[in-house]
Nanobody, 121 residues
Framework: QLQLVESGGGLVQPGGSLRLSCAAS????????IGWFRQAPGKEREGVSC????????NYADSVKGRFTISRNNAKNTVYLQMNSLKPEDTAVYYC??????????????WGQGTQVTVSS
């Protein structure tokens, strides 16, 4: 059974940092593109970042460029999202998603259940 599990969310003050993890079980991430998405209350889900299966290509939403970094460790079957200089508007439930393929995609096939990130003083 293919499963993605996010972790690392929590409450952080503005300007702080968090590192989210997306761990896969039931399949190997080596051949999968991974995306991070977020959804704030009352808002539509938005793409935050994605990374190609090799890790050689990454994309970021304009709102997080320069603050967030996506990476992957295929040996650990895990993808990470390092979030620095967090702002209150980053508050959302963050989801990771996977799609078999080499590049970043607009839609993904497998989704985790999400982890809450709250940025507040």
């Amino acid at each position: 059974q293919l499963q993605l599990v996010e972790s690392g969310g929590g409450l952080v003050q503005p300007g702080g940092s968090l590192r989210l993890s997306c761990a896969a079980s039931g399949f190997t991430l080596d051949y999968y593109s991974i995306g991070w998405f977020r959804q704030a209350p009352g808002k539509e889900r938005e793409g935050v970042s994605c990374i190609s299966s090799s890790g050689g290509r990454t994309n970021y939403a304009d709102s997080v460029k320069g603050r967030f970094t996506i990476s992957r460790n295929n040996a650990k079957n895990t993808v990470y999202l390092q979030m620095n200089s967090l702002k209150p508007e980053d508050t959302a439930v963050y989801y990771c998603a996977a799609k078999r393929g080499y590049v970043c995609y607009p839609e993904y096939d497998y989704w985790g259940q999400g982890t809450q990130v709250t940025v507040s003083s």
